[in-house]
C-alpha cells in the first residue's frame, strides 16, 4: 500500500493545474499587457518557424551531399 501512495505522488509531482495556468495567465496579462501578447505571440511563432526551416535546410543538405552526382560525371567524359 505504500508503494501505490508513493506512486500516485511521482505522477503528480509534475503537473500544473487549472490555478496554476490562471494565475500565470494573470501574470503575463499584468506585465506585457493586452496589446503586446498578440505581437509576442506572432514573434514566437517567426522564431518557430525559422528554428523548423533551419532544420530542414539542414535535412536537405545531408540528403543533397548523400546522392551521387552522375550528372557531373556524365558531363566530364
Known sequence: MNLLTNLDAVQYAGWIGTPEIIIIVIVVVLL???RKIPELMRGIGKGVKEFREGIGGEEEKKVEEDK???KEN???K
Do not use: E, I, L, N
Open 68 to 70: 551521387p552526382k552522375s
Open 32 to 34: 506585457f499587457g493586452g
Open 74 to 76: 556524365d558531363t566530364a
